[in-house]
């Protein structure tokens, strides 16, 4: 996968955005999961759509990436 992603990276600055991607953490908060139990009912709907509206939205730069990943992969919605 970081291969296939070097390859859509048109600068070297970029590449180094890939990197510290596959090189980083990701942390849950129980702020997160307690907010996931609550809205399983809706999260099972529409994950991304219920997550924002209850204040998890993903960032603007995520955003970027899903919108390619979906161009991508030729998916309409999740």
């Known amino acids: ?12 600055s970029a590449w180094d955005e890939v990197e510290a991607f596959f090189q980083g953490t990701y ?5 997160l999961l307690n907010a996931v139990e609550k809205h399983k009912g809706e999260l099972l709907c529409g994950a991304i759509e219920t997550l924002s509206m209850k204040g ?13 990943a979906f161009e991508v992969f030729k998916i309409t919605s999740l």
Do not use: D, G, W
Request: glycine fraction near 0%.
């Open 56 to 68: 998890f939205a993903p960032s603007e730069k995520q955003r970027e990436i899903i919108a390619q």
């Open 27 to 31: 942390v849950q908060t129980a702020h």
């Open 1 to 12: 996968m970081a291969n296939y992603l070097k390859n859509l990276t048109p600068t070297s």
